[in-house]
C-alpha cells in the first residue's frame, strides 16, 4: 500500500488536481484542506487557517505548519490501521524541516519514501529581506537532501534538468516524470494570421514579464497578460499599455482557460535564470497546441531541442525572429504541440506513479 500525500491541498494551482488524478485503488490519498472532499480511500485533514498569499514570512509559516500537522496525523493516526513499516509513503511536496521530522519520529518504523519535487533551485525576489528568507530556506533544502541519502528515499522530478540539479547532492534513485497536460479533445487547424501572443499565470519578477515589456517594443503582435498581480506590477505594465496590449488582473478559473489559449496562438514564457519551477502553462498551452516562445533558460533549452514545440528568443530581434514563422510552421509546431499533450497528460502521470509503487 502506498499512502500518498498533500499538504497542500488548499492552495490555488495544481495541488488538488495533482493529488486526485493519481489513481489509488489499492492506496490511500491523505490530503490537508479547507474542507473535505470527494476522493476515493481518502483522508481529510483540517488544515491550518493562514493567509499564505498575505507574504512570505505566512507562506513558509504556512508550509511548515501544515505538513507538520499532516505528517504527526501519519505517525500517530495510521500506524493504528497500517504499519508504516511495510509501506511506501509518497509525498507530493518537500519541505525540508518536515521531511526530517518526519523521519526521525519514524526512525525505527520507517517505510519506503518518495518525495516529489517540483523545484530545486531558490526562486529569488527583488527584495532584499525576501532573499536572505530564500537563501536560508536554500541551506536547509540543501542540508537535508543531503541527509536523505541515509535514508530508504527516492526522489522524484518533472524534468532532466531538476534530475542534473539535484544529482550533485543525491546519490540515491532519482526517477524523472513529465509534468502532465490537460487530456483536451480539439483538432488543430492552420491558422490564416498569426499575431495573438498571450502571457499566463501569476506575475512574479522571476518570470521575466516586466523585464520583456521593458526590453522588446511589439508592434506587429498582441499581447494579453492574464494573471494575477500585485498593484506596484499592475501599476508598471499599465504604464506599457497600448492598443495591442491587454491586461487582465485576476485568478483565472479552470472553467475559463480554455478561451485564452484557444484565441491566442503563442504562449510567451519569458521567465528569468531565477526561475525556479516547473513552467505549468507551458503545459497548459500544449494542452491546446498553442506554440511557446520562450527565454534561453535551461529547463526551455532541452526541452524544445527535444519535442520542437517552440522556439527560443532574443529581445533585440524578437518580433522579426517571430515574423520570421510562416503559417505552416506554426501548423508543424501546434502538431508538435499537442501530440506531446496527448503523450503526457495525468492519465500518463498516473500510470508512471503507480508502476514505481509496484517496483519498490
Known amino acids: 500500500m502506498t499512502l500518498i500525500i498533500q499538504p497542500y491541498s488548499f492552495w490555488k494551482g495544481h495541488y488538488f488536481e495533482y493529488l486526485r488524478n493519481i489513481e489509488s485503488k489499492n ?11 470527494k476522493i476515493k480511500n481518502s483522508i481529510f485533514i483540517k488544515c491550518f487557517k493562514i493567509n499564505y498569499s498575505k507574504n512570505i514570512f505566512l507562506f513558509f509559516l504556512s508550509r511548515l505548519l501544515n505538513f507538520l500537522k499532516t505528517i504527526f496525523y501519519i505517525t500517530y493516526q495510521m500506524k493504528k490501521k497500517i504499519k508504516l513499516k511495510h509501506n511506501t509513503v509518497h509525498f507530493l511536496e518537500f519541505e525540508p524541516i518536515s521531511i526530517l521530522t518526519f523521519i526521525l519520529m ?12 517540483h523545484s530545486v533551485k531558490p526562486s529569488l525576489y527583488e527584495s532584499f529581506f525576501k532573499n536572505i ?28 534538468i531538476h534530475k542534473e540539479n539535484l544529482s550533485n547532492f543525491f546519490k540515491r534513485k532519482i526517477y524523472v516524470i513529465n509534468y502532465p497536460c ?9 491558422k490564416k494570421k498569426i499575431n495573438k501572443i498571450l502571457f499566463f499565470g501569476l506575475v512574479r519578477h ?13 508592434s506587429k503582435f498582441k499581447l ?13 505594465i499599465n504604464s506599457f499599455k497600448k492598443k495591442n496590449i491587454f491586461v487582465k488582473n485576476s485568478y483565472i478559473k479552470k472553467n475559463k482557460i480554455k478561451n485564452f489559449f484557444l484565441n491566442h496562438d503563442y504562449l510567451i514564457l ?15 498551452a500544449l494542452s491546446y497546441g498553442l506554440p511557446i516562445i520562450c527565454s534561453k533558460i535551461d529547463i526551455f533549452k532541452s526541452f524544445l531541442k527535444t519535442h520542437k514545440v517552440g522556439k527560443l528568443y532574443d529581445t533585440a530581434t524578437f518580433e522579426k525572429n517571430l515574423l520570421k514563422i510562416t503559417n505552416k510552421e506554426h501548423y508543424s509546431l501546434s502538431k508538435n504541440a499537442y501530440s506531446y499533450s496527448k503523450k503526457n ?16
Not at 519569458?270 to 516547473?278: D, E, L, W
Open 270 to 284: 519569458p521567465y528569468t535564470k531565477r526561475y525556479a519551477g516547473s513552467a505549468g502553462p507551458m503545459f497548459l
Open 206 to 218: 522571476d518570470k521575466g514579464i516586466l523585464k520583456f515589456l521593458n526590453e522588446v517594443n511589439l
Open 27 to 37: 492506496n490511500y490519498k491523505i490530503y490537508c484542506d479547507t474542507k473535505s472532499r
Open 345 to 360: 497528460n495525468w492519465k500518463h502521470l498516473s500510470l508512471n506513479y503507480n508502476n514505481i509503487y509496484k517496483n519498490l
Open 106 to 117: 519514524n526512525l525505527f518504523n520507517l517505510p519506503n519514501i518518495l518525495i516529489t519535487i
Open 224 to 236: 494579453s497578460i492574464i494573471g494575477k498581480m500585485n498593484a506596484k506590477d499592475l501599476s508598471f
Open 182 to 190: 490537460e487530456a483536451i479533445n480539439i483538432k488543430i487547424k492552420k
Open 133 to 160: 528568507l530564500v537563501y536560508m530556506q536554500r541551506i536547509v533544502f540543501l542540508i537535508v537532501i543531503i541527509l536523505l541519502n541515509f535514508f530508504r528515499v527516492k526522489l522524484i522530478v518533472h524534468s532532466k
